[in-house]
């Protein structure tokens, strides 16, 4: 076969990339997250870490590539996420490689891969990024979508189970400073895989007559998988799903008993939960304990989050046996409710990344000091701006309000023959002079002034 010259290969790769000089804009499902909503995500990510930190998490970070491989073979052929939803391609040498849509199986493929179930621990690992799926995109549903997750591998106790609800709720109570308010655990046994075979033969038998008439999916899953039938949203086949026998009344002893373990240490803990029979979730691998939350805050696409225990994922993988068990909180949903919730609980609280304050400068003999004071105020960490062109007293004061700063620090020449600046605060238009070496201290002091009249 005659070789491809390089540059005709380059063609023929880029044959449906436009060259022309159009405004580009972002894919379809994808979205640009701005600065002043940045701020709430950073804030939401900073209070995963410090509750799971307590429960003795510990953050991992794996690729968003990974091998098509990992996730057919976990999550499932016969699920929507892999069989329509997965961004795949064929690397330059014929791998296939997909953009991850979830991150369990990557967090335990790297379990194994790294032998951590040989330091004989219990492992509890936490992660947050992208994730994507190709979704008909919609409020709260995405094509790059966020994840913050958690799995404890190596124990099958049902208080593993309790304890990371438990970790969940507090997240869930404390996140953004106001918690997300009320919302609904659902929780569920899947059973494992000693009884849910039984279970599935029940139900494929159960399906046998009403298959008929149920949606083509549903036609098509009850053979093949009959489980997923619980995940349809067709308004037709509920009445028949609601008929189906349930996985809760086939379970097997040992199962039977871990459930009733977490639930009687969700009560202990003083954690409501409904226990909801018909919940499987959307992925393969779940064996026993699986829940959900929602919100009735979001819309049609009402779940925080899911999870489960997946005894047998890694083995799935090739690795040892080792049991585990896991959730995933979408980011982007959780940051819906919270920000409402915020704007709701404390509208004082400062959304917008606004500068404490605006240093405003007088001609060019006064720039030198007022960078010198700039930066003395950000090594105390205090966010500063200072403008870039000389401008008049006006026109920067002006802008010390359009950017929401606090304070305006005047550094003019009359300020700087006296040996001190005129800080304004710009709540109450008070002014007064302050040495430049006092003014991180005279600042602080003065929202701290602000926040104890709000509390008195
Ligand atoms: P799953 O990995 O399917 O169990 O989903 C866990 C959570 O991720 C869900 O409860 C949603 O909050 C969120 N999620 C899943 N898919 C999307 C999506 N396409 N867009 C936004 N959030 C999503």
């Known amino acids: 076969m005659a070789k491809r010259s390089p540059r005709r290969a380059l063609r023929v790769r880029f044959k449906n990339v436009s060259t022309k000089n159009e405004t580009i804009r972002g894919v379809k499902g994808t979205r640009d997250l701005l600065p002043a909503e940045v701020f709430l995500w950073q804030q939401v990510e ?177 053979v093949t998988n009959p489980l997923r039938v619980f995940d349809c949203k067709v308004p037709a086949d509920q009445a028949i799903i609601a008929k189906l026998p349930t996985i809760l009344d086939s379970l097997d002893v040992e199962c039977s008993q871990h459930f009733n373990t977490v639930t009687s240490e969700l009560n202990q803990r003083g954690i409501m939960f409904q226990i909801t029979p018909r919940l499987v979730r959307g992925l393969d691998y779940y064996t026993r304990t699986t829940f959900e939350i929602t919100s009735s805050a979001l819309g049609a696409q009402d779940a925080i989050l899911g999870g489960g225990r997946y005894d047998g994922l890694s083995e799935m993988l090739g690795g040892p046996s080792t049991p585990g068990i896991g959730f995933a909180i979408g980011q982007d949903r959780l940051i819906l409710v919270v920000n409402e919730k915020a704007r709701q609980a404390a509208p004082l609280t400062e959304w917008k990344e606004s500068p404490t304050a605006y240093v405003v400068w007088l001609g060019e003999n006064t720039l030198g000091p007022a960078n010198a004071l700039a930066r003395k105020l950000r090594q105390g960490n205090l966010k500063v701006a200072i403008g870039f062109e000389p401008a008049s007293m006006k026109k920067s004061m002006g802008m010390a309000n359009k950017i929401g700063a606090r304070f305006a620090i005047i550094v003019g020449d009359a300020e700087i023959a006296d040996g001190k600046f005129q800080v304004k605060d710009m709540a109450n238009g008070q002014q007064e002079a302050v040495e430049p070496d006092r003014i991180p201290e005279y600042i602080r002091a003065k929202i701290a002034g602000m926040a104890n009249s709000l509390t008195e």
Do not use: W
């Open 46 to 222: 900073q209070d995963a870490r410090r509750v799971f930190g307590a429960y003795n998490f510990g953050e991992i970070r794996t690729p968003i590539l990974e091998q098509t491989a990992l996730f057919a073979r976990t999550v499932g052929t016969d699920t929507d996420i892999v069989a329509k939803e997965m961004f795949t391609f064929a690397d330059r040498d014929s791998e296939t490689l997909s953009l991850r849509p979830e991150a369990t199986a990557s967090v335990v493929r790297a379990y194994i891969e790294h032998s951590l179930y040989n330091e004989g621990r219990i492992d509890k690992l936490y992660y947050m990024g992208p994730m994507f799926r190709r979704e008909r995109p919609q409020k709260g549903r995405y094509r790059q979508f966020y994840q913050i997750g958690a799995e404890v591998l190596g124990s099958d106790s049902p208080l593993v189970d309790a304890e990371l609800l438990e970790m969940l709720c507090e997240f869930l109570g404390q996140v953004g400073g106001c918690g997300v308010g009320e919302y609904n655990l659902l929780i569920n046994s899947v059973g494992c895989a000693k009884c849910r075979p039984e279970y599935l033969k029940t139900l494929k038998q159960a399906l046998e007559p009403v298959r008929s008439q149920m949606c083509a999916d549903c036609q098509r899953r009850s």
